[in-house]
């Protein structure tokens, strides 16, 4: 594990991150953007699955989910970037831990419900219930883009021990 951080706070993304003064912020501000972008169009799209804004066909919501795919893209390259500047406090912080399951419970959640449900919801009209595996679905993706902000909080008040910061 040593090798792999060694290995990363000598790329140019560790340099950026650590040495411009400004770097860090701004990620962190394109950070919590992405996460807004995901939370506010993937959340609204799950609490309609759940049977919240009936009135509002689940496929005309749907065109809004590119904007939570770009905003899951802007946090994972600025989380990559927070990696890049210290490994340390991510690699042997149990926060970070948690929420990496999360991410990949929610991309396993995500197949799942594009192979087994999607169509279904997609034929939905304005005032139909989602079916019963789609709301389960909803339901996940809401718990679990919960525990990754949660956990994402928490990995700044997670010091592993041993690290001096």
């Not at 399951?101 to 919801?121: D, K």
């Not at 909803?138 to 690290?163: D, E, H, K």
């Given at each position: 594990m040593q090798a792999l951080m060694n290995?990363?706070?000598?790329?140019?993304a560790s340099y950026f991150v650590t040495t411009w003064q400004w770097a860090w912020p701004i990620c962190e501000s394109l950070h919590f953007i992405g996460?807004?972008?995901?939370?506010?169009?993937?959340?609204?799209?799950?609490?309609?699955?759940l049977g919240l804004a009936k009135g509002i066909r689940p496929v005309a919501?749907?065109?809004l989910l590119r904007l939570?795919?770009?905003g899951f893209g802007i946090s994972v390259l600025t989380g990559l970037l927070f990696i890049s500047g210290a490994p340390d406090q991510y690699f042997y912080n149990s926060a970070f831990h948690?929420?990496?399951?999360?991410?990949?419970?929610?991309?396993?959640?995500?197949?799942?419900?594009?192979?087994?449900?999607?169509?279904?919801?997609?034929?939905?009209g304005p005032h139909?219930?989602?079916?019963?595996p789609a709301?389960?679905?909803?339901?996940?993706?809401?718990?679990?883009?919960?525990?990754?902000?949660?956990?994402?909080?928490?990995?700044?008040?997670?010091?592993?021990?041993?690290?001096?910061?």
């Open positions: 290995w990363i706070v000598n790329t140019p996460l807004t972008l995901m939370a506010g169009t993937v959340g609204v799209f799950d609490l309609r699955l919501m749907h065109g939570g795919v770009a948690v929420k990496a399951v999360c991410l990949a419970l929610m991309g396993i959640n995500v197949v799942l419900f594009y192979r087994l449900q999607f169509s279904a919801v997609a034929a939905m139909d219930d989602a079916p019963l709301r389960v679905m909803g339901a996940v993706s809401l718990v679990l883009l919960i525990a990754v902000m949660c956990a994402g909080r928490l990995i700044t008040f997670y010091r592993p021990p041993g690290i001096i910061y």
